[in-house]
């Protein structure tokens, strides 16, 4: 019952940065758990970075220091900021959704709902 929609994706060159979006139909994502994945040729799905009901948050620590995510509510949005990209970067990234949780973060296979994805490049 939960639509994400994610957009933001592109190429850019290392150093460079990528701000993605994520919008939500349900009109409860204020209580759900969030999160951006990411896929990278020939390797598992990750969790790049994950955001409570309350605004804490959690992140790879591949990426921390580096991409930042945030929610609005009163847009049903979900945001990665991510900075100074590298060729390691690039993948598929998927928003996420745990509906299930009561608005924490928990473990990657708790997440219900998935967008279909945006394609980032970074390249050298």
């Known amino acids: 019952q939960v639509e994400l929609t994610e957009s933001g994706g592109g190429s850019v060159r290392a150093g460079g940065s990528l701000t993605l979006s994520c919008k939500a139909s349900a009109y409860t994502y204020s209580d759900y758990c969030l999160g951006w994945f990411r896929q990278a040729p020939g390797k598992e799905r990750e969790e790049v970075a994950g955001i409570g009901s309350d605004h804490t948050t959690k992140y790879a620590d591949s990426v921390k220091g580096r991409f930042t995510i945030s929610r609005d509510n009163a847009k049903d949005a979900l945001y990665l900021q991510m900075n100074s990209l590298q060729p390691e970067d690039t993948g598929i990234y998927y928003c996420?959704?745990?509906?299930?949780?009561?608005?924490?973060?928990?473990?990657?296979?708790?997440?219900?709902?998935w967008g279909q994805g945006t394609q980032v490049t970074v390249s050298s």
């Open positions: 996420a959704a745990d509906t299930l949780s009561g608005g924490v973060c928990h473990t990657p296979e708790q997440y219900n709902w």
